[in-house]
């Protein structure tokens, strides 16, 4: 069973609407971290969120653009939010440490959601 | 990108030979993590090398550390055509889950039968 789980694993928007990103990992952990993919390219942090406190955004982000909620510590949700076709990209959640029987340093991913905005 | 550079950024080989591959940070680093990704597909960890660590072995991988030039590179011996692949370092400052791993650019790997 995957450890990190995410939903949707793809979508076709149209500009102007938002979608809603579901994390789901299966053992409490203390941080998530959202990454985007744009076509081609490496991953790029967008927001580290911990439990019970706002998300801190990388330069570039902003929390209107990606509101994050984080309400329990095994699930957390990214928003995108009014978007334009430069938002196709992967969303992907990511863990460090704090699950169950693996490395502590290990950085592990979810899936990823694959968006595509018309 | 948020942190350093890989080169080549793409590189074509055949079958058989071995692959090298770059990468350096800007900031000072607890760990450096290789992943690679097959096209449209997740991230697979493949190593982690820690800051007072210099050289890691895993079955084909070979990854080395210079802290003093901050850089790293990622060997793959006797390449097969299912190595090809995106490859990224990944290097986190902190040891612990509280602290954020940034990417590198990566490199694309193209591994000719």
Known sequence: ?118 | SQQGEEDPQALSIQEGENATMNCSYKTSINNLQWYRQNSGRGLVHLILIRSNEREKHSGRLRVTLDTSKKSSSLLITASRAADTASYFCASRRGGTSYDKVIFGPGTSLSVIP
């Open chain 1, 1 to 118: 069973s995957a450890v990190i789980s995410q939903k949707p694993s793809r979508d076709i928007c149209q500009r102007g609407t938002s979608l809603t990103i579901q994390c789901q990992v299966d053992s409490q952990v203390t941080m998530m971290f959202w990454y985007r993919q744009q076509p081609g390219q490496s991953l790029t942090l967008i927001a580290t969120a911990n439990q019970g406190s706002e998300a801190t955004y990388e330069s570039g982000f902003v929390i209107d653009k990606f509101p994050i909620s984080r309400p329990n510590l095994t699930f957390s949700t990214l928003t995108v939010s009014n978007m334009s076709p430069e938002d196709s990209s992967i969303y992907l959640c990511s863990v460090g440490g704090g699950l169950a029987g693996r490395t502590q340093e290990t950085q592990y991913f979810g899936p990823g959601t694959r968006l595509l905005v018309l």
